[in-house]
């Protein structure tokens, strides 16, 4: 995993106990990204958050995500987006597309 990779995985999962649920990251792909100004990575993640209180974890992770700041050591989250939202019972996959720029 590249670096901004390792900080994206890291900020989801540990990010979820406040949402009184844990994440299990169970696909990460990242590629590089460039424009003329910024260099990064886009990123596609999916991960699995079960039990009892995983739909309200969710939900709650969910809610605002576009606007949330997430902390990642030398990078900047440029932008983050659902793109699946799969659930059954207590399981739930989620599938988000990120772009990570280098921070200067």
Known sequence: MTPAAVELDRAIRDGFPIFGATAEIEALVSRPWASITFSGER????????????P???DAFL????????????????????????????????????????AS
């Open 56 to 58: 309200d974890a969710a």
């Open 63 to 102: 809610d605002g995500l576009s606007e949330r700041e997430f902390e990642l050591r030398g990078h900047i989250m440029a932008d983050i987006a659902l793109v699946e939202d799969a659930r059954d019972g207590d399981t739930i996959r989620l599938t988000l597309e990120a772009l990570t720029v280098e």
């Open 43 to 54: 990123h596609r993640l999916t991960f699995r958050i079960e039990g009892e209180r995983a």
